[in-house]
């Protein structure tokens, strides 16, 4: 069963609710789809990062192909999971942040 995530926008970036809103279920859905290869345990930082820098690349590749087929956000996407497994990956090694 799906768990519900409560986020709070604030009023001023009211305008971006419902593009964040589609990016968020998008990612996760990314995030969801590839959840069995559990890469925050099993790569290195540098190994995260090599990937992140891949699908920069497979970004700008589709931009130059068709930045309107919607593959072109859907690699934005895997962009910004990459992002976030490498903070996860750091927050697992104790990095901390505040707000």
């Not at 593009?19 to 099993?42: A, Q, W, Y």
């Amino acid at each position: 069963m799906p768990t519900n995530i409560l986020v709070q926008v604030p009023d001023s970036l009211r305008l971006h609710r419902d593009h964040l809103l589609k990016f968020f279920e998008g990612m996760i859905h990314k995030l969801d789809i590839n959840s069995f290869k559990d890469t925050p345990t099993v790569k290195s930082i540098p190994q995260i990062l090599d990937d992140l820098q891949q699908e920069v690349i497979e970004f700008e590749e589709q931009m130059a192909l068709n930045k309107f087929d919607e593959n072109t956000l859907v690699e934005l996407m895997d962009t910004a999971n990459f992002a976030y497994l490498a903070y996860v990956a750091l927050r697992m090694q104790g990095v901390e942040h505040a707000r």
